[in-house]
């Protein structure tokens, strides 16, 4: 089972990206994929997650109202769309998938990709 996380990149404040992962391996019908981000010194920040097979999305407040998280089944991806984008969006993220069941932030996390960095410029 892979998860493979990419597109970050290099962003102005305001503007927008959009990050995927792709899964391959296991179809992820029972599960809860979530994006998380870390920057150096700092704890782990799970930002945005959704259910795989509902669609029923969780954000952070850090981030509610300007990241979207979706899915594509026929793709096996899960997208994250970040607008108006702050420089303390800066980080590397990760996308990590979990069973369903238990509050929405709760691990244990079955599978990670690997970082994709986002760094935005004041």
């Known amino acids: 089972v892979q998860l493979q996380a990419f597109g970050g990149g290099l962003v102005q404040a305001g503007g927008s990206l959009r990050l995927s992962c792709a899964a391959s391996g296991r179809t992820f019908t029972s599960y809860f994929i979530g994006w998380f981000r870390q920057t150096p010194g700092k704890e782990r920040e799970l930002v945005a997650g959704i259910s795989w097979g509902g669609g029923i999305t969780s954000y952070a407040d850090s981030v509610k109202g300007r990241f979207t998280i979706s899915r594509d089944h026929a793709k096996n991806t899960t997208y994250l769309q970040m607008n108006s984008l702050k420089p303390e969006d800066t980080a590397v993220y990760y996308c990590?998938?979990?069973?369903?069941?238990?509050?929405?932030?709760?691990?244990?996390?079955?599978?990670w990709g690997q970082g994709t960095q986002v760094t935005v410029s004041s």
């Open positions: 990590a998938a979990k069973p369903l069941g238990g509050a929405w932030a709760s691990g244990p996390w079955d599978y």
